[in-house]
């Protein structure tokens, strides 16, 4: 059981070298091996999900070193919780990629996606937050290379923006891990979860800031206001599918929070009292509200759903800002919600923008795209789960973060633009939806009357996707998504009986700290070993900080 | 020492956030080397300046500096090269592309200034 938990790693990063070295030139080698490694993820991350549903937190320690000199991945609820999520939405993006011909616009799809995923999932993973920088930037230096998969002027311009707001995000939290290393001498999470609790509140500034500078990071990669800039022209100039992949990307920053001011620093610590249960719901609601607002001010089909997921973001913070147990399980029931409607709507985004030459994702009439009927029901149902109304989960992720607001501080007004912002989405998106497929009708029958226009719409991408027909096998893979926010919905009562158990794990840390501390590893050879130095940074980081103390 | 490694980060770090600030791909990347510089001496310092003594403990050892954060500094190093290399590679399709080197969207603002190097 210990080794499969370096599996979902292991296994994409390995998958992605030989595409390379082997299967360079060979597409349908590469989607075999693409396909193949992805259900077998799904499998893996089943089997974790399955051994993690009784409360056993499971622990990997890389070169069988003892944690914490040793690096270890840690598979507990919640991480599993998010691998599972990971690779399901992997397997349906890697679908629509395959059938709508996006891997073969450019080169090293497949390999680019792989990696992406031992990233992602090397995130979700790992117990020590040195290491989790580190897979930060695997899944970034990867979703550079797709964001920019097929090329084009803009789509790299955007990517320049991309790579420097993030380049600048790991600078930061670079500074954030040096302070931390410097206040506590270790790296750990769950050591550090000892080690800053013990710390003396009075000579507490260091590891103040550092808890501070940490959560910009993550706010950063989690794209709450007012660092969220960089998010719609990234998203909305990304390919579809990779768009889609991305959904999850935000969700590593909001993992990332949850997990540290969980464990590390927990809402009851004495010293990052006040740091963050003061800022961080109205900075929520801040980015709830520009979210919808860009939803309905965007002109473009593609920056409608970016800025969707600004607010769906907004609307997750709001949840995980009230650092109750309540509030936790609502998030995550909207993390596995949320994700899986971005996803959906993006693919069905990308169906659309591709088949209406150049005008692309523009809000005017234009002819109907091929099979525009089955599309628009898509996209129909994939904004009625985003924007949060019944019968799909979007409505139960809603009521179920109202619900946890209820007793937490400003009640009042995160009901209040919880409830305005669903109204503002809704008609944000009946609107586009309205132009894009019902008008669309009109617009034919213009076109009927002029040929001029006819012209508009011719596209050679059209001959990439295959003429006039929309893919199967992107239609199945939009559909398997939004049947399983269906099912989301439909065993909301099971899922949730997951989720408030996840939860619980989190706000009872104890269990987890044990086991990735008092697990043994190899015996130490003492006086001929690395061991013996990491034994004494704590010793000198210990003297440092008297020294520090001594000095103020 | 404490005095020069602070003040040197400090100066590298105001440096790099000047440079990033100015908004053009060529400031822009050598303000995150500079950022990057920056944090990597910071790492190094995070295990405290210690001068002569080795990375190593043993048992008899009494003076010795923390091993760690160069191992830290390493792979940061490591990475930020390849993330510069990454960007600047990006960033240079991206001039190819546009024919303009601005990191931000100011399509409005740029073609008000070409109007007025046309009337000068």
Redesign the interface.
Known sequence: MMHWVSLPVILPAMLAATMILVARYDETVQRTFSVAGTVALLAVALGLFRGASDGTVTIYQLGDWQAPFGIVLVADRLSTLMVLLTAVLALFVLMHAIGTGWDRRGRHFHALFQFQLMGIMGAFLTGDVFNLFVFFEVLLIASYGLMIHGGGARRTKAGVQYVLFNLLGSTLFLFALGAIYAETGTLNMADLAERVAQIDPGNSAGIRTAAVLLLIVFAVKAAIAPVHFWLPASYSEAPGPVAALFAIMTKVGAYAIIRVYTLIFPPELEITRGLLDLWLMPLALVGLVVGMVGVLGARRLDRLVAFSVIGSMGMLTVAVSLFTEEGITAALYYVVHSTLATAALFLVVDLVQTHRGNIRGELRAAQPIPATGIVAALFFAAAIAMTGLPPLSGFVGKLLILDAAWDGPLAVWAWAVILGTSLIAVVGFSRAGSVVFWKAHEARAAADDDPATEMDNVDSTLDLVGGRGQPALALVSIGGLIALLALHTVFAGPVMRTLSATSAQLFAPQPYISTVLETEGKEIVKGHSDEGDDGGDAASAAEGETGEGESQ | MELLVASAIGVLTAAGIYL?LRLR?FP??VG?AM??Y??NV??F????LVVGAP?????DATR?T????QA?VL??IV??F???A??VV??L??YL??DDDR???SAGRLDAARKGEGRQ
Not at chain 2, 45 to 48: C, D, F, L, Q, Y
Not at chain 2, 66 to 69: E, V
Request: aromatic content about 4%; overall charge negative.
């Open positions: 990033v791909t822009v990347i995150t950022l990057t920056a944090v910071f790492l310092t995070s295990g405290r990375p190593i403990l043993t048992d010795y923390d091993p760690l954060p830290l792979t940061a990475i930020s390849g993330m510069t990454v960007v990006i960033a399709g991206a592309g546009n990191v931000d969207d």
